[in-house]
Structure formats: structure tokens, C-alpha cells
């Protein structure tokens, strides 16, 4: 009962993942979309490879006939020695041709695969690129590494290895077929008799296996999602002394994680005995039969020979056709999780004949609009504001009021669920997503570094910008003083997420970032909540020039940076309760006031 509970929790916990196991028949037209990835390649590698693989193929087929139907009964019957010398050089020779088909296919197999999973993952991170915000809302980012690294990972054997092994089995098996019914069709047919069996029992197996794969990519999901997710949140976890706890449950995803596999491999395990068994029922029939053919006259000694050398050859590509099937079945899997991602269309859309905007005004409305995250809650309704071209806007309300899905909808991260949002006149849904994100520039309160220098990540903002341009820009926000002060100043390695800079330096950064990128539209959202109050004032002075000619829109819980704004709209539960400048809102002493009263006594009382 105990475990059942902790299973509930860790599924519950993942839930958000969206990585529930995917349940379909085999689908052989993705297995084609997969394959389709090696068209590029089709006539540059792929025939190299293939040119190997019947080299290789034509040897092991034509070996054996020389060897006992051909070079066996001519010297049982004329004992002529040298002929048999000359047979072993042939057969030497056709051998080392062998060796160059299996030497050109490995190395053009190997080429072909990796730029296939090249291919893959390439389009697969460039499709979640232009995926929406709801997406990865949906989603965590452990879930969504497994996709790129794992899944893509996973399919290399099967490109590397089983399609040309599935190639070349069916080749051998059709051959091998074919020369068995040639030499004995008798033999043959008896032979064959133990195939109905094995093929019904081994697609028994295909189902419980394919599912068992597929059980594996979830656990592998969940694993990767809590390895994010502890490494991300150390420092709460080591704050709460929750060390213990957190490897406890690591411990019971890997395991969910080991036993996962074991019952995959248990499963898959299963072809290959089964295979071999088989081949035992097949070789006694052979010995018994066969012999009763010899000595009726109607099967040669060297025959004899031929046929047990073929049936020894044709359980092996059966065998191998079992892998290949399993590496097809791990490939499904994989391959379903992967064109999930890949069919996931952007809940933004851009329409086919979106215009480009030049550099705009800055003038923005919000016509009668509504949103809702979900079916359950309305983050917006109705909400009907203007900001004029070079004004800057506040937007204050209590956490949840809604204000950070409305500078959420002007950088159309989200549409509306109802009603318009308008820059200079044109609904944003007709405008090109690039073309309208250049002409915004956003400041966050949790502002994200990337690993790389100081200078590169004020330069994120715009690419093309000269050294001198970033360092302008620290200068303007205030961020020079730190940096000059860095051991390598602009040049500092900063680690993922800036972890060697204090919250307030990797704000300055942030702002850098942003005016360098010299957008028409800005957006601080809580922008200056972590910085001191010296630094604050710095920045403020900063902002009174650069905001000059553009819209800018704040959103603080500290009134105090809002107080020259002009105009204010104040929220609640995604309507807006009042709106204008903070002397008029001051005089209706509505909630705005209220709002200013208690920040006030909170400041006394501190």
C-alpha cells in the first residue's frame, strides 16, 4: 500500500511533465517519416554503404556452394587435389572482397548515422525555438532534455547498424531460401515446418516488448526532470536541510528507472533463445531427414554439406531480424516522443501573410481583452488601456492581479482568448514575430546569465554591437563600477546563470542587455526589486534619459519607482480598478492609496 502511494506521488509530482507513455500500433509510415531523414544522403553515402553490404552478402551466399556442392563433390568423386587449391585461393579471395563490402558498409553506416542524428536533433531544437510559452509551461525543462539528448541518442544503432543489418538479413534470408529449395525442396519443406510456430509466438512478444521501451523513455524522463530540478534548486534544498530526503527520492526514481530497463532487456532477451531453440528443432530434423535422403540417392554428400552450412546461416539472420526489431521497437518509441515534438504547432501563431514593422511609434491598446491559462481561472477580463507612443505606464496590483500577462500579451508571448492588442493601430497577430520582439526589450526580476563572458552577455541584446557600444551601456545603467572591478573586467567567465555575480550585478547586466538592444517598447518587470536602493537611484537617473521617445511599461511592487510614471493602471484579479498618475490617484484614495499607505507604515515599522 505504502509503495503504491509513493508510485502515485512520484507520477503526480512528473505529471506536469507531459511525458505519458504514447499508446498506438506500430506505425510503419513514421518509421518511413524517421527513414525520410536519409534522403539527403540517399545518393552520397547511402550507396557506398549499400554497394558493401551485397558485396559482403554475395560472398556468404556463393561460399558455401563452392565450398560443398561444387568443390566437395568434385573431389570425393575425381580426387583432384590441385583443384582443391585452387578452390581455397578463390574462396581466400572472394573473402578478403568480403572484408572490403564489410569494411566500406561499417564506415558509410556509421557517416550516414551521424548526420542523421545531426539532422534530428538540429531540427528538433530548432522546432522548440519557435515554440510558444505555453509550451514550456506545460513541460519541464528535464522532460524536454531527455527529447533532444536521449531519445534522438537512441536511435543511432538503429540507423548506424539495423536498417542496412535489416537490408542485408532479408537479402540473406530470401537467398538463403531460395538456395535450400535449389539443393533439397523436400529437406526444405520439413525444415520449415517449426517458421508458423515461431513467428506466431514471437508476435506475442512484439506488443509487451514495444511497451516495455516505451515504459523506459518515461522513467528516463522522470529521472532527467528531478535531476534538473535538484540541481537547479540546491541551495533551497541544502537551506531546508532537505539533503536526505531529496537523495530518498532520487533513490525510488532510479530504481523505477533501473527496473524499467531490466524488464525491457528481460523481454527483448527472450528473442534470441527462442530463435536458437528453433535452429536446435530445425538441425535435428535436418540430420535425421537428411541422412534418410542421402541414403535414397536423392541428396549428395557435398549437398548434404551445402544445405547444414545455409541452415546453420539462415537462423542467424532470423535471429538478427529479432534485434533489429527491437532496436525498430526502441526506435518507435523514441521516434513518437520525438515527432510529438516536432507536430507541436506554437499556440502563437504567425500568419502566412504577417507584415514586418519598421521601427513603430510605441503606441499600444488593449481592446476588450480576455485570457485564461486554463478553462479553470480568467487571468484577464476585459481589459480596455492605452499607452501613448513615449509614455511610461505602471501597472501595480497585488500578486495575480494579472500584470504580467498583460506585458506578457504585448510581447505576444500569449494571444488573447478574447478581444485585440494593438500596436500603432495594427492587431499583433498580423505582424511578423521577429519584427515585432526586435521593438521590445524586457528586464526581469529573475533575470537569466548565460555562461560565456561579461561582454557577451550585454552583447546578447544585439549581436552586431561593437565593444565600445556594451560598455556604453554598462556605463548608462551603472553596471561599469562592478565589472571594472572584476578580475578580468569585461572579459569574467560567468557560469550558467551568473552564480559569481550577486543578484543586484546580474540585474545591471540585464538592463545593459536590454538598452543596448535599443528597443521601442520596455519592459521592467520588477526590474528593480533586488537592487539597492543607491543603485536603484543610479538606474533611475539612467532611465529618465533613455526612456525619452519611448513606451515604457513597469510593473513594481515598490511604488516609490513609479511615481513620476504617466499614467498608472492598478489591477485586481485581472480588471482594472483605477488608472492615472500618481498625484490623481492619490487624490481618489482608492485602492492605489491604500496600496501607498501600507508600503509606507511597512517602511516605519522596519
Not at 82 to 87: E, G, K, P, R
Not at 126 to 137: E, P, V
Not at 336 to 349: A, G, H, K, N, T
Not at 507 to 533: C, G, K, M, Y
Amino acid at each position: 500500500m505504502k509503495e503504491n502511494k509513493e508510485e502515485e506521488r512520484t507520477l503526480r509530482r512528473f505529471k506536469y511533465s507531459n511525458d505519458e507513455a504514447i499508446e498506438k500500433p506500430f506505425n510503419w509510415a513514421q518509421m518511413a517519416r524517421l527513414f525520410a531523414y536519409m534522403k539527403p544522403y540517399a545518393k552520397s553515402i547511402l550507396p557506398v554503404a549499400v554497394l558493401g553490404m551485397l558485396l559482403s552478402t554475395a560472398v556468404r551466399l556463393l561460399a558455401p556452394v563452392l565450398i560443398g556442392s561444387y568443390a566437395l563433390d568434385h573431389i570425393i568423386e575425381y580426387g583432384d587435389m590441385n583443384f582443391l587449391m585452387i578452390m581455397v585461393l578463390v574462396i581466400a579471395g572472394m573473402y578478403v572482397v568480403s572484408w572490403i563490402g564489410n569494411l566500406l558498409r561499417i564506415r558509410f553506416m556509421n557517416k550516414l548515422g551521424q548526420y542523421i542524428i545531426f539532422d534530428l536533433r538540429t531540427a528538433l531544437f530548432n522546432h522548440i525555438q519557435k515554440l510558444s510559452h505555453r509550451f514550456f509551461d506545460q513541460r519541464s525543462a528535464g522532460s524536454i532534455l531527455v527529447r533532444i539528448t536521449n531519445d534522438v541518442n537512441s536511435l543511432q544503432d538503429l540507423f548506424t547498424n539495423g536498417v542496412i543489418n535489416l537490408l542485408m538479413d532479408l537479402i540473406m534470408l530470401i537467398g538463403i531460401v531460395a538456395l535450400l529449395f535449389y539443393i533439397s525442396p523436400e529437406l526444405t519443406l520439413a525444415i520449415m515446418i517449426v517458421l508458423p510456430l515461431m513467428f506466431f509466438i514471437s508476435t506475442k512478444l512484439r506488443r509487451s516488448i514495444r511497451r516495455s521501451w516505451q515504459d523506459v523513455r518515461l522513467k528516463q524522463s522522470m529521472l532527467n526532470s528531478h535531476l534538473n530540478e535538484s540541481i537547479q534548486g540546491i541551495r533551497v534544498t541544502q537551506s531546508y536541510t532537505q539533503e536526505k530526503s531529496n537523495i530518498g527520492f532520487f533513490n525510488k526514481i532510479n530504481g523505477q528507472n533501473f527496473e524499467s530497463w531490466r524488464h525491457a532487456t528481460k523481454k527483448s532477451a527472450m528473442f534470441r533463445p527462442f530463435v536458437e531453440m528453433s535452429g536446435a528443432v530445425g538441425t535435428a530434423v535436418l540430420l535425421w531427414y537428411g541422412v534418410v535422403l542421402i541414403q535414397q540417392g536423392s541428396l549428395t554428400i557435398g549437398e548434404f554439406f551445402t544445405f547444414s552450412l545455409f541452415l546453420g546461416m539462415f537462423w542467424e539472420p532470423i535471429s538478427r531480424l529479432g534485434q533489429v526489431y527491437n532496436q525498430l521497437l526502441v526506435g518507435m518509441a523514441s521516434s513518437e516522443r520525438i515527432f510529438e515534438f516536432l507536430d507541436e504547432l506554437p499556440s502563437v501563431p504567425e500568419k502566412k501573410n504577417a507584415v514586418t514593422m519598421g521601427k513603430v511609434q510605441g503606441h499600444i491598446q488593449f481592446d476588450s481583452v480576455e485570457f485564461a491559462y486554463d478553462e479553470k481561472r480568467k487571468a484577464l477580463t476585459n481589459i480596455n488601456l492605452e499607452m501613448k507612443a513615449g509614455q511610461t505606464v505602471a501597472l501595480v496590483g497585488h500578486t495575480g492581479s494579472g500584470k504580467t500577462t498583460i506585458v506578457n500579451m504585448i510581447s505576444r508571448f500569449y494571444d488573447p482568448t478574447g478581444g485585440r492588442v494593438l500596436l500603432d493601430g495594427e492587431d499583433l497577430r498580423n505582424i511578423k514575430l521577429d519584427s515585432l520582439r526586435k521593438q521590445v526589450g524586457i528586464v526581469l526580476q529573475d533575470t537569466f546569465i548565460f555562461s560565456g563572458t561579461i561582454m557577451d552577455n550585454i552583447r546578447f541584446g544585439r549581436p552586431d554591437a561593437t565593444d565600445g557600444e556594451c560598455r556604453e551601456a554598462a556605463r548608462t545603467v551603472g553596471a561599469d563600477r562592478f565589472i571594472k572591478n572584476l578580475a578580468d573586467g569585461y572579459e569574467t567567465e560567468v557560469e550558467e546563470r551568473g552564480n559569481i555575480l550577486s543578484v543586484g550585478e546580474r540585474q545591471l547586466i540585464s538592463f545593459a542587455r536590454a538598452l543596448l538592444a535599443d528597443p521601442q517598447i520596455l519592459i521592467l518587470d520588477e526590474a528593480t526589486a533586488s537592487i539597492d536602493t543607491e543603485t536603484e537611484q543610479l538606474i533611475q537617473k539612467a532611465l529618465a534619459r533613455l526612456l525619452e521617445g519611448r513606451t515604457a511599461v513597469m510593473i513594481a511592487h515598490r511604488l516609490s519607482t513609479i511615481r513620476e510614471a504617466d499614467n498608472i493602471f492598478v489591477l485586481e484579479n485581472g480588471e482594472i480598478l483605477e488608472q492615472g498618475n500618481h498625484d490623481e490617484l492619490i487624490r481618489q484614495r482608492g485602492e492605489y492609496y491604500e496600496l501607498v499607505k501600507s508600503q509606507f507604515k511597512a517602511l516605519e515599522t522596519g
